[in-house]
Structure formats: C-alpha cells, structure tokens
C-alpha cells in the first residue's frame, strides 16, 4: 500500500497499519508525537503528506550511523582513559605510507 499526500487517513486506515497500531497513534497524538494530525468534528485525520514528511525526518542511512557510532565510540575511550581497539588504531602498514619506520619510533 502506498499513502498519497494529498489523501486524509483516519489512524484506522489499511495505509497507517504498517507504522503502528490505533492506540499508537492515540497516544502520540497525546504525547505530542507523530506526524500533524487534523481534527474534525469528532474525528482524528492525518494528511499523507504529514505522514511522509515525518517518516523522512526519522530517516537514518546504515553507513552515516555506523561511522558516527565508531567516532563517539573512539571518543568516549580516549576520554575514559580505555585502550583504542585495533581497529580504530593506525596499523604499521599505516605508519610506513605516512613515511614513518614503526620499528624505530
């Protein structure tokens, strides 16, 4: 199933099912979470583009969050006084293209 943006949806819709159940959406309507939601009368609407605006800010690539995880990691050890692990160490083969003799440092 696809949403439209230019399609309201109750929070029941066949559509929204995917993203969490009835009472989620309930719950951060009351918690001020989740997409824009619009009431009429009664009854609870959200636009599709709401919907899709707010599921690309939650967006993460695998890469840009594996490399920000390694880099607080790093971080955090050399704050903490923890040994660097290997392999987030220079290597010797490193040392040697930087033009630098691991053996005589």
């Known amino acids: 199933m696809r949403i439209d943006p230019d399609v309201f949806y109750p929070p029941?819709?066949?559509?929204?099912?995917?993203?969490?159940?009835?009472?989620?959406?309930?719950?951060?309507?009351?918690?001020?979470?989740?997409?824009?939601?619009?009431?009429?009368?009664?009854?609870?609407?959200?636009?599709?583009?709401?919907?899709?605006?707010?599921?690309?800010?939650?967006r993460v690539s695998t890469a840009e969050t594996t490399i920000t995880k390694t880099a607080e990691n790093a971080t955090e050890n050399a704050v903490r006084g923890r040994p660097v692990s290997s392999s987030n160490s220079a290597s010797a083969d490193d040392e040697e293209l930087e033009g630098g003799d691991a053996d005589t440092l």
């Open 12 to 58: 029941t819709a066949p559509e929204l099912r995917p993203f969490g159940a009835v009472q989620t959406f309930a719950r951060w309507r009351h918690e001020g979470r989740g997409p824009a939601w619009t009431k009429s009368g009664s009854r609870v609407l959200y636009q599709g583009v709401d919907w899709l605006t707010w599921l690309e800010a939650r």
